[in-house]
């Protein structure tokens, strides 16, 4: 899976190096910028995945370097998070106007910030995924998946699933060797964060599996599951 590369922007150093050093450790690359005009510039001549970046800049502040990535830059849609003094109600409100992903106040723990880009990311892939024309029927070794009309067929029998069975294996079966966590299924196929119970995605899984008896769906250990395109 290909790394995240984070672009952390503040003007005090030791800030952005502890960001550096937490953030690398996650095993994310980081870049950084110690100004507006730097971080513009690094914007325009490179692809981030996200941005951290602080309100109170000197020269071009946060909030105007967020307004000119909305408006004028190739990577308007490109996820940040502003980080914030305490009490700076005015500039959240503003900043979320402006199109800011999320905003975490000062001085934050490294690892509710870790939470939050988390969070971040996953949003970002689920919506991604919705975007994503969705194929009526999907035909994948001796499967059929009819979208329109939720029916699963095996060899010709047919497979009955509950609602979140089905909407689960069409997920994983659009995506062929991809694997997703069990987090972003859950956000993605109830709809909301189900802290604590991503254990319900290893029953629905369980339960699939067994209705369709065949090893489609692999266990990527540790990390979630992926269909194996192959029965």
Do not use: C
């Amino acid at each position: 899976m290909k790394q995240k590369n984070i672009l952390v922007v503040d003007d005090e150093a030791h800030i952005r190096e502890l960001l550096r050093y937490n953030l690398e450790n996650s095993g994310y690359v980081v870049e950084e910028a110690e100004s507006g005009e730097d971080a513009l510039q690094k914007i325009g001549e490179q692809t981030f995945d996200l941005v951290l970046l602080d309100v109170m800049l000197p020269g071009i502040d946060g909030l105007e370097v967020l307004r000119k990535i909305r408006q004028e830059n190739d990577q308007r849609n490109l996820p940040v998070i502003l980080l914030t003094a305490k009490g700076e109600e005015i500039d959240k409100v503003v900043g979320l106007e402006l199109g800011a992903d999320d905003y975490i106040a000062k001085p934050f723990g490294i690892y509710e910030l870790q939470a939050r880009i988390k969070t971040v990311f996953r949003r970002l892939e689920a919506y991604e995924v919705k975007e994503q024309p969705q194929e009526e029927s999907i035909k994948i070794n001796d499967l059929i998946i009819n979208k329109s009309q939720y029916l699963v067929d095996k060899k010709g029998k047919s497979i009955t699933l509950t609602h979140k069975e089905f909407e689960l294996l069409y997920l994983l079966a659009r995506h062929p060797g991809r694997v997703f966590n069990r987090e972003f299924l859950l956000e993605t196929i109830w709809g909301y964060e189900y802290i604590g119970e991503s254990r319900t995605i290893d029953v629905h899984i369980r339960n699939i599996r067994k209705k369709l008896e065949g090893d489609y769906i692999a266990t990527i250990r540790g990390v979630g599951y992926k269909f194996a395109d192959e029965g």
